[in-house]
Protein backbone atom coordinates (compact mmCIF):
# COMPACT_ATOMS: atom_id res chain seq x y z
CA UNK A 1 0.00 0.00 0.00
CA UNK A 2 1.31 3.25 -1.11
CA UNK A 3 1.17 6.06 1.33
CA UNK A 4 0.43 9.59 0.36
CA UNK A 5 0.82 12.83 2.15
CA UNK A 6 0.83 15.56 -0.52
CA UNK A 7 -0.80 19.09 -0.89
CA UNK A 8 -0.44 22.05 -3.29
CA UNK A 9 -2.13 25.24 -3.13
CA UNK A 10 -2.04 28.60 -4.87
CA UNK A 11 -3.06 32.15 -3.18
CA UNK A 12 -1.62 34.99 -1.58
CA UNK A 13 0.60 35.25 1.31
CA UNK A 14 -0.38 37.29 4.69
CA UNK A 15 2.15 37.51 7.38
CA UNK A 16 5.50 36.14 7.11
CA UNK A 17 8.38 35.53 9.26
CA UNK A 18 11.79 34.80 8.41
CA UNK A 19 14.59 32.73 10.96
CA UNK A 20 17.73 31.18 11.25
CA UNK A 21 17.70 27.86 12.61
CA UNK A 22 21.04 26.40 12.21
CA UNK A 23 23.01 27.75 9.69
CA UNK A 24 19.43 27.33 7.20
CA UNK A 25 17.05 30.37 6.43
CA UNK A 26 13.09 29.26 7.59
CA UNK A 27 10.33 31.00 6.32
CA UNK A 28 6.64 31.06 8.29
CA UNK A 29 4.06 32.56 6.61
CA UNK A 30 0.34 32.27 6.23
CA UNK A 31 -1.36 31.71 2.80
CA UNK A 32 -5.19 32.48 2.11
CA UNK A 33 -7.03 30.54 -0.49
CA UNK A 34 -10.17 31.26 -1.59
CA UNK A 35 -12.95 28.99 -3.05
CA UNK A 36 -16.05 30.59 -4.37
CA UNK A 37 -19.46 28.57 -4.54
CA UNK A 38 -23.07 29.14 -5.26
CA UNK A 39 -25.57 28.21 -2.62
CA UNK A 40 -28.83 26.18 -3.74
CA UNK A 41 -31.30 29.31 -3.56
CA UNK A 42 -28.48 30.92 -6.22
CA UNK A 43 -26.45 33.14 -3.61
CA UNK A 44 -22.99 33.87 -4.04
CA UNK A 45 -20.19 32.38 -1.27
CA UNK A 46 -16.38 33.12 -0.62
CA UNK A 47 -14.87 30.50 1.31
CA UNK A 48 -11.51 31.87 2.99
CA UNK A 49 -9.13 29.47 4.28
CA UNK A 50 -5.80 30.67 6.13
CA UNK A 51 -2.81 28.19 5.92
CA UNK A 52 0.37 28.12 7.70
CA UNK A 53 3.40 26.88 5.57
CA UNK A 54 7.32 26.36 7.08
CA UNK A 55 9.52 26.64 3.92
CA UNK A 56 13.44 25.89 4.38
CA UNK A 57 15.91 27.81 1.98
CA UNK A 58 17.08 25.04 -0.68
CA UNK A 59 16.95 24.79 -4.33
CA UNK A 60 13.47 24.36 -5.01
CA UNK A 61 12.61 27.34 -3.19
CA UNK A 62 13.01 30.92 -4.69
CA UNK A 63 14.65 33.49 -2.28
CA UNK A 64 12.87 33.81 0.80
CA UNK A 65 13.52 37.42 1.44
CA UNK A 66 11.02 37.53 -2.08
CA UNK A 67 8.12 35.70 0.21
CA UNK A 68 6.19 38.79 1.24
CA UNK A 69 2.59 40.24 2.24
CA UNK A 70 0.22 39.86 -0.70
CA UNK A 71 2.55 38.04 -3.22
CA UNK A 72 1.08 35.12 -4.96
CA UNK A 73 2.49 31.52 -4.78
CA UNK A 74 2.01 28.10 -5.83
CA UNK A 75 3.08 25.84 -3.08
CA UNK A 76 3.50 22.06 -2.96
CA UNK A 77 4.53 20.12 0.30
CA UNK A 78 3.04 17.64 3.06
CA UNK A 79 0.90 18.54 5.79
CA UNK A 80 1.98 17.37 9.21
CA UNK A 81 -0.37 18.04 12.25
CA UNK A 82 1.30 18.49 15.52
CA UNK A 83 -0.43 18.99 19.23
CA UNK A 84 0.45 21.81 21.97
CA UNK A 85 -1.00 22.84 25.54
CA UNK A 86 -1.82 26.21 25.57
CA UNK A 87 -1.12 28.91 27.98
CA UNK A 88 -4.90 28.82 29.27
CA UNK A 89 -4.02 24.79 29.53
CA UNK A 90 -5.84 23.77 27.06
CA UNK A 91 -5.13 21.32 23.69
CA UNK A 92 -4.48 22.64 20.24
CA UNK A 93 -4.25 20.97 17.37
CA UNK A 94 -2.38 22.75 14.29
CA UNK A 95 -1.89 21.68 10.94
CA UNK A 96 0.91 23.44 8.49
CA UNK A 97 2.65 22.55 5.24
CA UNK A 98 5.69 21.81 5.19
CA UNK A 99 6.68 22.95 1.32
CA UNK A 100 8.82 21.49 -0.43
CA UNK A 101 8.52 23.60 -3.39
CA UNK A 102 7.43 27.32 -3.25
CA UNK A 103 6.96 29.31 -6.76
CA UNK A 104 6.38 32.68 -7.27
CA UNK A 105 3.13 33.70 -9.30
CA UNK A 106 3.05 36.62 -12.02
CA UNK A 107 -0.42 38.50 -12.36
CA UNK A 108 -0.58 36.50 -15.69
CA UNK A 109 -0.84 33.41 -13.65
CA UNK A 110 -3.15 33.97 -10.48
CA UNK A 111 -6.48 34.67 -12.88
CA UNK A 112 -6.78 37.90 -11.57
CA UNK A 113 -7.42 40.85 -14.07
Known amino acids: MDHINRIELQGRVGTV ?13 SLVTEHLYKTRDGGAVNETTWHYVVAWDSREM ?26 DGTEKHLYEVVAGKVRLLSEDETGRD
Do not use: Q
Open 62 to 87: PDLDLIRKGTAVNVTGRLRASRYTAA
Open 17 to 29: RTNIVGDTRVANF
